[in-house]
């Protein structure tokens, strides 16, 4: 089954300290992995993916097989950031979207 | 490029009324997604379209259906409306058309509640 976790519905930090937002997935075979934020009053957004390889407003992400987890991170939060962040998984080629239940982030002063 | 637009935004029902929500896609991109979003949870598939045609459905009883049309916008019917259908319904869309690996865009969504 196609399964996406991420255990914390809340995590807050302070403005400057690292972050990093759990995702663990179950699937079987290469699924693409992606993640998705969601900014107040704002529509869901593609943040980055795996594939991509590439850094996004400072945020980073590894997929790890062997581990089976996808975990987004930044080395210094900053208010910006205070979001509502899905990881998710599809199946290559079809598209269909698997989230987690989300984790918002909330980056205080 | 205003983006994926759905409407309407907001919609009350009753249960046992039936439903449709729109959704046009982002100008360029051919296929359309639909998830359903309960509180507090993340996004749900319903199903794709691509070229007129379901090409996925996830998990969801037949009460509902789609359609795209030939402007590849798209409809999501809800039949039979029970208080669990009470979310909010993302559209996505892409463009199969360039390659299948290209990211969803999301629209706002269409906020249903049934009473």
């Known amino acids: 089954a196609q399964r996406v976790t991420q255990p914390e519905k809340l995590l807050s930090v302070f403005k400057g300290a690292p972050v990093e937002l759990k995702c663990n997935y179950s699937?079987?075979?290469?699924?693409?992995l992606f993640w998705y934020v969601q900014y107040s009053r704002q529509r869901l957004q593609l943040l980055l993916r795996?594939?991509s390889r590439e850094s996004i407003k400072g945020f980073t992400a590894d997929l790890n097989k062997g581990e089976t987890s996808f975990h987004l991170k930044k080395p210094f939060a900053q208010e910006e950031d205070s979001a509502m962040y899905y990881c998710?998984?599809?199946?290559?080629?079809?598209?269909?979207?698997?989230f987690g239940t989300g984790t918002r982030l909330l980056v205080s002063p | 490029d205003a983006g994926v637009t759905q409407s309407p935004t907001h919609l009350i029902k009753t249960r046992g009324q039936q439903v449709t929500l729109r959704c046009s896609p982002k100008?360029?991109?051919?296929?359309v997604s639909w998830y359903q979003q309960a509180l507090g949870q993340g996004p749900q598939f319903i199903f794709q379209?691509?070229?007129?045609?379901?090409?996925q459905r996830g998990n969801f009883p037949d009460r509902f259906s789609g359609h795209q049309f030939p402007n590849y916008s798209s409809e999501l019917n809800v039949n039979a409306l029970l208080l669990g259908d009470s979310a909010l319904y993302l559209c996505?869309?892409?463009?199969?058309?360039?390659?299948?690996?290209?990211?969803?865009?999301f629209g706002d969504g269409t906020r249903l509640s049934i009473l």
């Open positions: 100008s360029g991109h051919d296929t």
């Open positions: 998710a998984l599809s199946n290559t080629g079809f598209q269909k979207l698997v």
């Open positions: 699937y079987s075979g290469s699924p693409e």
């Open positions: 996505a869309s892409s463009s199969l058309r360039t390659g299948s690996n290209q990211p969803q865009h």
């Open positions: 795996h594939i």
């Open positions: 379209y691509y070229e007129e045609e379901e090409r």
